[in-house]
């Protein structure tokens, strides 16, 4: 008895199934995409002051600025995991201090405030004649315009799904720190990119 004779598929069925079921894949991919991007993280600055504020007979500067950071997360269904923070004071493009913050976890549409101490290594460096003079003319004025920059480590969760970890940058222009009346301060919205 003759066995029934197989035939092989042709190569256009082959190209036809295997193109159909990456559309599907690709449909797929991009409504998870679609439905689980995160929004951009909002970030800002609350308040900032500074504390034995001053400079060292070397031209380095001494103390610390205090500031206060808003982190807001505007996803609906994603929650976020701060590893960290860092937060840098920069004048006129010169480093002048920083502070590193612990990590913390947001939930869905969540604010969180965190207060970072940055502070001043006086001995580490001296600063360039041109940025003294700058500060020490905005200081006799009675306000200090700086620069605030973040720098964090997160990852997006969707219920126990967590997301690779994001380098999130911010930038914070003209922060003006008051003083002659350092409980006025107004909010300094960051410009955030991922």
């Known amino acids: 008895m003759a066995e029934p004779r197989r035939t092989r598929p042709s190569t256009f069925r082959c190209a036809a199934a295997t193109l159909l079921a990456l559309s599907v894949v690709v449909v797929i991919v991009v409504l998870l995409w679609l439905f689980l991007h995160p929004s951009r993280l909002d970030i800002s600055v609350d308040h900032a002051s500074t504390a034995g504020f001053n400079f060292t007979a070397a031209g380095g500067l001494a103390g610390a600025f205090d500031l206060t950071v808003r982190a807001s ?43 970072v101490a940055a502070r001043a290594a006086p001995d580490a460096w ?10 020490k003319r905005e200081r006799t004025a009675g306000k200090l315009t700086v620069d605030v920059h973040v720098v964090a480590k997160v990852r997006f969760r969707y219920g126990v799904v967590r997301t ?11 922060v ?19």
Request: aromatic fraction near 12%.
């Open 73 to 115: 997360n505007p996803n609906e269904r994603a929650g976020v995991s701060y590893r960290w923070l860092d937060v840098g004071v920069w004048y006129n493009g010169t480093y002048l201090a920083g502070g590193h913050a612990p990590g913390f976890a947001q939930a869905a549409e969540e604010e969180t405030r965190v207060d």
């Open 126 to 135: 001296t600063l360039p004649r041109d940025v003294q003079e700058g500060i």
């Open 164 to 174: 690779r970890k994001y380098t999130v940058r911010a930038s914070c222009p003209a």
């Open 176 to 194: 003006a720190i008051d003083f002659a009346s350092p409980t006025s301060f107004h909010r300094v919205p960051c410009y955030v990119h991922i």
